[in-house]
C-alpha cells in the first residue's frame, strides 16, 4: 500500500526558512527518485526538486539555490529544506515518485495530503 505523509509547513514571513518532511511506504522510497512538487492556488502542480536513491538532486530554476532536497534511505523520509522563502513560494507541497506513483484502481498519479506552505510579505 502507497503511503506519502507530508509535514512541516505552515506561515512564514518572506525570508525565512521551513523544513518538509515526508514518510514514504518502503515499497515505493527505496527504489524510485523521490521528489517534492507544489501547487499554488490556480496553478499546475510543478516539480521543484528531485534527489536519486544515491543522493544525485535537481532543482527547478525558480527554488535553487534556496531550497535543498535530501533523504534518508533507513527512515523512508525525505526533506526539503526551505530558505529564503518568498511569497510566491506559497504553495501545497506534496512528495511524490518522479514520476508520481500510480493508482492503478483509479489510473490516477496518487496523492497524499500535502501540507501548506504560506509566505507573508
Known amino acids: 500500500q502507497v503511503q506519502l505523509v507530508e509535514s512541516g509547513g505552515g506561515l512564514v514571513q518572506a525570508g525565512g526558512s521551513l523544513r518538509l518532511s515526508c514518510a514514504a511506504s518502503?515499497?515505493?522510497?527505496?527504489?524510485?527518485?523521490m521528489a517534492w512538487y507544489r501547487q499554488a492556488p490556480g496553478k499546475q502542480r510543478e516539480l521543484v526538486a528531485g534527489?536519486?536513491?544515491?543522493?544525485?538532486?535537481k532543482y527547478s530554476d525558480s527554488v535553487k539555490g534556496r531550497f535543498t532536497i535530501s533523504r534518508d534511505n533507513a527512515k523512508n523520509t525525505v526533506y526539503l529544506q526551505m530558505n529564503s522563502l518568498k511569497p510566491e513560494d506559497t504553495a501545497v507541497y506534496y512528495c511524490?515518485?518522479?514520476?508520481?506513483?500510480?493508482?492503478?484502481?483509479?489510473?490516477?498519479?496518487?496523492w497524499g495530503q500535502g501540507t501548506q506552505v504560506t509566505v507573508s510579505s
Open positions: 518502503g515499497s515505493i522510497f527505496s527504489r524510485n527518485v
Open positions: 511524490n515518485t518522479d514520476p508520481p506513483v500510480m493508482d492503478t484502481t483509479k489510473w490516477t498519479a496518487y
Open positions: 534527489i536519486t536513491t544515491a543522493g544525485s538532486t
